[in-house]
């Protein structure tokens, strides 16, 4: 079935520490993103990208990076810089210029 | 103000009314998402709509473009239809199809 896989579910990390993100899609979709969400507040794009080797700040990229070397996948890199890391993290892929998403089912990252 | 507002925030149901939530907003758009969250965080897509209405199973989801205004419907609610429940709109920006969020209606349906 084709779709979008986020790895772990859970993660947890020491302060100071970068970690990356997996998302993976075997939809043949151009568009990736990566969204996070806070207690009380909505979604957030932080980056996205329409095509390999090519993407864009959302609007809280500080403190992330990503790349995108193969259309399937979009890793998102929590660095040490991201002042508060700890959130639910959610990727999300489309057909670029189409208003349908796909999302995974997010990763829960904890720094302590 | 936000570009995409949900009614209510929080919403307490007993176990076989009908229940509505709301999504308005601001900006021109390709497509409106319902999506749900379970405790935990999974996110599930419900609906994707550009107009009209939507069925599927005791769900429906109603969007009129020129109000700029979707609805999503649950009939005879259940617990398990305890969750929150988040709108998201596609804008109309000719490149990729950015979502911007609503910060969600948490449903509790009780026995």
């Known amino acids: 079935d084709g779709g979008i896989t986020q790895s772990p579910k859970y993660l947890f990390r020491k302060e100071g520490q970068n970690v990356t993100l997996s998302c993976e899609q075997n939809l043949n979709h151009d568009a990736m993103y990566w969204y996070r969400q806070d207690p009380g507040q909505g979604l957030r794009l932080i980056y996205y990208?329409?095509?390999?080797?090519?993407?864009q700040k959302g609007d809280i990229a500080e403190g992330y990076s990503v790349s995108r070397e193969k259309k399937e996948s979009f890793p998102l890199t929590v660095t040490s810089a991201q002042k508060n890391p700890t959130a639910f993290y959610l990727c999300?892929?489309?057909?670029?210029?189409?208003?349908?998403?796909?999302f995974g089912q997010g990763t829960r990252l904890t720094v302590v | 103000k936000n570009e995409v507002e949900q009614s209510p925030q929080n919403l307490t149901a007993q176990e076989g009314e009908f229940i509505t939530i709301n999504c308005s907003y601001s900006v021109g758009i390709s497509a409106l998402h319902w999506l749900q969250q379970h405790p935990g965080g999974g996110i599930v897509s419900l609906f994707m709509?550009?107009?009209g209405k939507k069925k599927h199973g005791r769900l429906i989801a109603t969007i009129n473009i020129q109000e700029k205004h979707s609805s999503l419907h649950i009939t005879a609610s259940h617990p398990r239809d305890s969750a929150v429940y988040i709108c998201a709109v596609a804008a109309n920006t000719g490149t990729a199809s950015k979502l911007t969020f609503g910060t969600g209606t948490r449903l509790q349906v009780t026995l």
């Open positions: 990208s329409q095509i390999v080797n090519d993407f």
């Open positions: 999300a892929s489309s057909i670029t210029g189409q208003g349908r998403a796909f």
């Open positions: 709509l550009s107009s």
